[in-house]
Each structure stands twice: as C-alpha cells, then as structure tokens.
C-alpha cells in the first residue's frame, strides 16, 4: 500500500476531538456520542498524554463497577499511545494496528497533533488501492487502454 496518512488526512480532514485528562468519563462518553466517534485522544495543553476508546470504558469502567460520573478519564486512558506520522503508509499504518491490536492512531507531526485515522480509513483506503490496481490490470488485460 503506497498511499500515506498525509493523503488520508487530507482526504477526511484533520479535526480531531480531544478531552482533558481531567475531565470525568461520561463526559468523555458524551462527547464521543455527539460526533458519533469511537475514541478521543487525551490532551494536556497541547501534549498527547492518552487516548480514551470504547474499549478503555467498557473493561476498566464497566466490567470492575467504577461510575463514569466519578471516575476521572486519567484513571482509565491508555496511556502508551501508538502514534505514526503523516509520512506512514498506509500498509505500516495497517501492519501497526493488526500487530499491537488498536484502532485508532494519533498522526504527530513533531510535537504537533495533526490528525487522528482509525482502523475504517486505513481499510477505506486500502480498499480503493486494490480497486483502482484491479481496474488497472482488468483495462491492461482487456487492451481497453
């Protein structure tokens, strides 16, 4: 795969929602109901300190009986966040999540946040890879070229 995070960023756009590591849990969980998302990366200032998913929620908040009204997101965020920069490809970018089992990747430029991909765009993007060679290959068999 030969495409890189920088062409997927600027195919989806590179708005990413954070919260604070301050911040309680259901407030983490609202946030990520209202966009519809499945993770935030975790901020302090401008420092990617965490990343707070679904999954963070529901095996150390739900299944040990912690209340998301009191428990603060630096109680339960993951705080060894993988992150790749926008020169990854897509491939490594699939090889990383598949190998450490996660979702979502923070893109650093420098110190900088610049994006956030999960595991959709990557396949998305790979997805329009292998159809755009198939075409290829399918109008170079046929001569259609």
Known sequence: MTSSVRQLIL???NRVHTISPEATVFEALERMAMYDIGALVVVEGERVVGIFSERDYA???VLVGRVSRETK???IMTDEV????????VGECMAIMTG???RHLPVMEGERLA????IGDVVKAIM????FMIAELESYITGSR
């Open 11 to 13: 195919a989806k756009g």
């Open 59 to 61: 095996r150390k908040v």
């Open 73 to 75: 997101v630096r109680e």
């Open 82 to 89: 993988i992150t790749v920069s926008p020169d990854t490809t």
């Open 100 to 102: 450490k089992r996660v």
């Open 115 to 118: 994006g956030l991909i999960s």
């Open 128 to 131: 329009s890879e292998q159809e």
